[in-house]
């Protein structure tokens, strides 16, 4: 591992080499008419990048994109993007998680490899970005995530006022950081011990098994209650950053059709409904209920680790302001009520 | 600001009286969440939870479309001047029983905070309520606060509104945010979601999203209020407002038509007159 | 067949038969692979599912209606509900689709060797009982199985699929072959009512080590579960298919989730044992 | 395009069954020329019509559209021009506002013995569309203009 501490007018001649090597991906701020919101875009502007705010949509948007063409009919050849090779600067621990979650079930799994992800994520190079406090309704270190690093980033930017430390984990990229002025180590642990220290002093409490207990919650009353306001809109799957049900669809006329991979929300109704008129989950809480317990309980006896990363970003975006936080504390009292909370796994 | 507060301690004490009262078995209006400081609908069945409603100028979302859920209960709602129009169309569209309802009105509203469809708003007092919190606006007050913005869009060229449109139309998701927080839009089935015929195409593409627009401001037309939910609710700032409100003020030029005046009018494409306008029709 | 793979595979149709059209319109598919190595390698057991694709249009699961020793064709039927099912219907002789698969876990064989077998067939829910039926009664195979019996239910005589097995499935050792419809109707000699109401007079239920596999619609399971369950039959001995909307066919895209399970990837084939173990939602 | 590289709208025409159709009906057999640009969709009453049907047209790359159904008054249905007359002002107010040229929306009423008449909407619609000249789509991206011709996704 390597330490470096450069300031911010080395990082900008570092940012115009890499620039020569890479795409890079980072979050900007973007004027959009009726709202200003910080999202990841490909920029050459080093002064264009957003630091402080964390960004209002997912790097999920790079490697996972909305609409991606899987294949056609009269080629009979997948795609896979040949880009160069990209890497999205300033992604927060929330998010390396959530890329980390999507590469569990895209690549990890022996069942199916999804090779046009694959082709993408191989490409891309996460670079992380500590949070130096917490965001507005973010809440990863309550579900046991370090806000302030992450070692599934094989580069780590430490941004304190104008100077940044960078953490180069990955050997390969050793070369490119070698002639850059060392940082202390003890120094930078100084200031991470900081940093989690106003992460703990401004956290919530939450006591709830994972995996959820699958039946006993799917069960429970609380549903309805949770889900009342929900519109039932897909904001919070599409801004999500760990969401990831998709949709395969035909586009064109038979001989050049192409195969589409498109996002899907389990909050639509058409979502889960048959051809014949059955839907079995026909209800908004039989909705919320299956997204809740898709995060809490399915994907944690599936997979390793949660399918939520507490980044926030659909208590922020919600047109209600329903919270996810609220939910899981009905959870708690609900378990609690039942006389202590046994996990899924049990 | 005085005016929230005092709206706000009005609402409480009537939604208080109406849950012990057993007048009705829920109140729906505004509250603050738990962990945030945020506008957020409540559900109020318990009389001492009464003063969680709060009424300020976050109180972004159109209440009226949660009646729906509500149908065959006793149900209380807390109404700005949008809703209750809201609530008016639903009655004249025949969509909730009046006798199940009680509409806390606001009068006067104050307006909401960055809805630019308040700025238009000449309607600031309830047009259907059972009570009314706050004072009713005269037509010099509602005048003075009227901005007298001349429309953008409709000064340019063809071309220029075109491209106006594809800007905003081509950050489209599809969340259909828009259409779950609109309060015209109950369809059982909304349009873009049979494939028999395929109105729509699913990928996210700028012609698909500009037909959906399209289409939606079409089943607008005559019926929406211009409460600017649409707006508030997208994610990515798209002017959704802009053709449903353009469908309001030809309404209004044409047909000298209102969505939501009372309730027992008719909608505005339910109806015809013989000697209706031809406009735009060929010689 | 690479099982990662999200394109499907050419396929042409052979053959279409209409099997009902007044009350239900469904039509069986025969289907060959255009591509030799893929239809020499494509292997699937009976209960698994393919995706089958009508370009341009979309995709949709269907289960095998055809027995695996079959090796030169693969047959599916196909009720008209839909969008894809109706562009199905309207394909000719010699048309393009695309497969792609097996998914799914399939029907228990081996663990099934050694026993009675029981089936009851509901509709269209007779597919892919066929596909294990034509499997077991398959001279390779039977003298792996003890005595088979089915039970075949239909709304009325116009309904009846599958007529041309009938008699084969008659004649094969061993076997008994009972067909019922809801209602009385003239010309009909053979047995009346409602699957679950048949089984203790119509069938030898009560032969050891029986187990029962059923598909149909659901509440036609409904009834025969409970009422299998009360002829004493052992929930882990009643096997039945479910079906989900589907798209990935891998447990990857979501929507046919229960619980935890993906009915594209755990099931379709569920033992009433595991379906009690999971949520409620399907 | 025409063989003297001229554009040749497509306009999508929907004609009530009980005039504008046969209006065109008549214009043929009377053997009144009128240009061939127009691809008719027969509808039972202009009453019927969704108006999502002229968007989706636009969609789908139409040029223009021309609706015709009976005059006022005398619709076969009593009625069912009179909703639709409001339907489309309300329609028209709105593509134009969103920015599609007037000149590619043609409205019109023509009854079955109107022969003449209905070659001269024709006539009209089509010089109103070539006015504009092809309609580039909602998303600006065009259409290809021979039939049958096919557009591969670039990617």
Redesign the interface.
């Given at each position: 591992m390597m330490i470096k501490k450069i300031d911010k007018n080395q990082f900008k001649e570092l940012f115009d080499k890499l620039k020569e090597n890479y795409n890079i991906a980072a979050p900007v701020l973007i004027d959009?008419?009726?709202?200003?919101?910080v999202e990841y875009h490909y920029i050459d502007d080093f002064d264009k990048i957003d630091w402080d705010e964390q960004a209002?949509s997912s790097p999920k948007n790079i490697i996972f994109p909305?609409?991606a063409?899987?294949?056609?009919?009269?080629k009979?050849k997948?795609?896979y993007d040949t880009e160069q090779d990209t890497l999205i600067l300033g992604v927060r621990s929330c998010d390396i998680e959530a890329i980390k979650t999507l590469d569990q079930?895209?690549i990890e799994?022996e069942?199916?490899?999804?090779?046009n992800y694959k082709a993408r994520r191989d490409k891309i190079t996460l670079v992380g970005l500590s949070c130096p406090q917490r965001n507005?309704?973010c809440f990863c270190d309550t579900l046991g995530f370090n806000p302030v690093e992450s070692n599934y980033a094989p580069l780590y930017i430490f941004k304190d006022g104008n100077e940044f430390w960078i953490k180069v984990k990955d050997k390969k990229f050793e070369s490119v950081f070698e002639n850059l002025p060392d940082g202390n180590q003890d120094k930078l642990e100084e200031l991470i011990e900081k940093r989690i220290n106003t992460f703990t002093e401004s956290s919530?409490e939450l006591d709830i098994p994972i995996?959820l207990p699958?039946?006993e919650m799917?069960?429970a009353d609380i549903w309805e209650e949770m889900s009342?306001?929900c519109?039932?809109?897909?904001?919070c799957t599409?801004?999500c950053p760990t969401c990831?049900?998709?949709?395969?669809?035909?586009?064109?006329?038979?001989?050049?059709?192409?195969?589409?991979?498109?996002w899907?929300?389990?909050m639509?109704?058409?979502?889960?409904?048959?051809?014949?008129g059955?839907n079995?989950?026909d209800s908004k809480e039989?909705r919320y209920r299956?997204r809740i317990?898709?995060k809490f309980?399915?994907?944690p006896?599936?997979y390793e680790g949660l399918g939520c990363v507490g980044c926030g970003r659909c208590?922020d975006?919600c047109?209600?302001?329903?919270?996810i936080?609220?939910a899981l504390?009905l959870t708690e009292k609900y378990l609690e009520e039942k006389g202590g909370a046994k996990s899924g796994k049990d | 600001m005085k005016k929230y507060e005092k709206i706000t301690e009005e609402i409480v004490e009537i939604a208080e009286k109406l849950l012990k009262e057993n007048t009705v078995e829920k109140v729906i209006g505004f509250g603050i969440g738990i962990f945030t400081e945020e506008v957020t609908p409540i559900f109020i069945s318990n009389p001492e939870n009464a003063d969680r409603l709060v009424f300020n100028s976050k109180a972004e979302m159109s209440l009226a479309k949660y009646l729906l859920n509500y149908k065959d209960q006793k149900v209380a709602i807390v109404a700005k001047p949008c809703d209750s129009r809201a609530i008016a169309t639903y009655l004249a569209e025949d969509l909730i029983k009046r006798e199940n309802i009680k509409v806390i009105g606001i009068n006067g509203c104050p307006g909401i905070e960055n809805n630019t469809a308040c700025e238009e708003c000449d309607i600031r007092n309830a047009v259907i309520s059972d009570y009314t919190v706050g004072k009713k606006m005269t037509e010099e007050e509602i005048e003075a606060k009227l901005k007298d913005k001349e429309d953008k869009i409709e000064k340019m060229t063809p071309a220029e509104r075109m491209e106006y449109f594809q800007k905003e139309f081509e950050r489209c998701t599809r969340c259909y945010a828009c259409r779950e927080a609109c309060y015209v839009c109950y369809c059982e089935q909304c349009f873009t979601e049979g494939n028999q015929p395929e109105w729509v195409g699913d990928s996210v593409k700028l012609n698909d999203n500009f037909t959906y627009h399209l289409m939606r401001a079409m089943h607008m037309a005559g019926r929406c209020v211009n409460c600017g939910a649409c707006e508030m609710a997208c994610p990515e700032g798209i002017d959704v407002r802009a053709l449903a409100a353009k469908m309001c003020r030809s309404a209004e030029e044409l047909f000298d038509y209102r969505a939501g005046i009372d309730s027992d009018q008719k909608t505005l494409l339910s109806d015809y007159d013989v000697n209706d306008t031809e406009s735009g029709f060929m010689e | 067949m690479e099982k990662t793979d999200m394109l499907p595979h050419k396929a042409e149709v052979l053959e279409i038969k209409q099997e009902t059209e007044t009350n239900l319109n469904i039509k069986t598919f025969k289907v060959k692979f255009i591509d030799n190595d893929i239809r020499k390698n494509f292997n699937f057991k009976p209960g698994q599912f393919m995706m089958v694709t009508v370009y341009g249009l979309g995709e949709a699961p269907f289960g095998f209606s055809s027995s695996p020793t079959e090796k030169d064709y693969i047959e599916f039927s196909v009720k008209e509900v839909g969008l894809v099912t109706e562009a199905l219907h309207n394909l000719k002789e010699g048309d393009k689709i695309g497969i792609r698969g097996p998914f799914g876990n399939g029907f228990p064989l081996d663990s099934t060797e050694g026993k009675n077998i029981i089936f009851i067939g509901g509709g269209i829910g007779l597919a892919p009982l066929r596909s294990m039926i034509n499997y077991v009664l398959d001279e390779k195979n039977r003298d792996k199985y003890q005595r088979i019996q089915l039970l075949n239910a239909f709304r009325s005589p116009e309904d009846t699929l599958f007529c041309d097995d009938y008699q084969w499935w008659e004649n094969s050792k061993d076997t008994l072959v009972k067909y019922t419809i809801d209602e009385p109707c003239e010309g009909w000699s053979k047995c009346v009512g409602y699957p679950h109401t048949l089984i203790a007079e119509e069938l030898d239920y009560n032969l050891p080590d029986t187990r029962v596999f059923t598909c149909g619609p659901p509440i036609m399971i409904k009834f025969i579960t409970e009422r299998l369950q009360e002829l004493g039959i052992e929930p882990s001995e009643i096997i039945t298919t479910l079906e989900m909307r589907m798209s990935c066919g891998v447990g990857k895209c979501g929507r046919c989730n229960i619980g935890h399970y993906y009915v594209c990837k755990d099931g379709p084939v569920f033992t009433l044992e595991q379906l009690r173990e999971m949520p409620d939602e399907y | 395009m025409n063989e003297n590289n001229e554009f040749e709208p497509k306009i999508a025409a929907f004609l009530c069954t009980w005039c504008s159709y046969a209006a065109a009906d008549l214009a043929g057999s009377s053997r009144i020329q009128y240009p061939p640009n127009i691809r008719v969709v027969r509808v039972p009453c202009t009453g019927r019509m969704d108006p999502f049907l002229i968007i989706k047209a636009f969609n789908m790359g139409a040029d223009g559209i021309l609706v015709s159904g009976c005059h006022p008054g005398d619709c076969h249905f009593l009625d069912g021009n009179l909703y639709a007359r409001r339907r489309f002002v309300m329609l028209n107010e709105m593509m134009q506002y969103a920015g599609v040229e007037a000149e590619r929306m043609n409205f019109t009423w023509c009854s079955a013995s109107e022969g003449k008449r209905f070659a001269g909407v024709v006539e009209d619609a089509v010089e109103n569309v070539k006015k504009v000249g092809p309609w580039q789509g909602f998303d600006g991206q065009g259409f290809s203009q021979e039939e049958g011709e096919t557009t591969v996704e670039k990617v």
């Open positions: 959009k008419n009726k709202k200003t919101l209002d909305q609409n063409p899987v294949g056609n009919d009269y009979e997948q795609y079930v895209f799994d069942m199916y490899i999804d090779k507005k309704s919530f995996p699958e039946k799917f069960e009342e306001k519109l039932g809109c897909g904001i599409y801004y990831y049900c998709f949709n395969f669809i035909w586009e064109g006329k038979d001989g050049e059709s192409t195969k589409y991979k498109n899907d929300s389990c639509f109704s058409t979502y889960s409904a048959h051809a014949s059955h079995p989950r039989k299956n317990m898709h309980s399915y994907h006896l599936n208590i975006r047109p209600v302001n329903l919270d936080r609220e504390k | - | - | -």
